[in-house]
Nanobody, 112 residues
Framework: VQLVESGGGLVQPGGSLRLSCKAS????????MSWHRQAPGKERELVAS????????NYADSVKGRFTIFRDNAKNTVDLQMDFLKPEDTAVYYC??????WGRGIQVTVSS
């Protein structure tokens, strides 16, 4: 089983990034998927989640209206579109499956 994140980096406040998570080794389309993040000195927190059939999505209050989660069950991917980024969005972002798989994480830094 693998979850591989990509798309992170450095962006200025107000900018956008799109993270992607490619899954393999399990029946991706059968499970909910989510993105989490962990900032330095803080606990890991849920950012966004999506059901297996893409019919329901949930977001942390801190990212509502700015972040959007997408999944493509044909490609086994789940993306996180992040717009209007703020310095407080700086963190390592992790892809997660409903059955407990985690990616290694990818750094997102929002700074001028």
């Amino acid at each position: 089983v693998q979850l591989v994140e990509s798309g992170g980096g450095l962006v200025q406040p107000g900018g956008s990034l799109r993270l992607s998570c490619k899954a393999s080794g399990f029946m991706f389309s059968a499970y909910s998927m989510s993105w989490h993040r962990q900032a330095p000195g803080k606990e890991r927190e849920l950012v966004a989640s999506v059901l297996s059939d893409d019919r329901w999505k949930n977001y942390a209050d801190s990212v509502k209206g700015r972040f959007t989660i997408f999944r493509d069950n044909a490609k086994n991917t789940v993306d996180l579109q992040m717009d209007f980024l703020k310095p407080e969005d700086t963190a390592v972002y992790y892809c997660n499956s409903q059955i407990g798989h985690w990616g290694r994480g990818i750094q997102v830094t929002v700074s001028s």
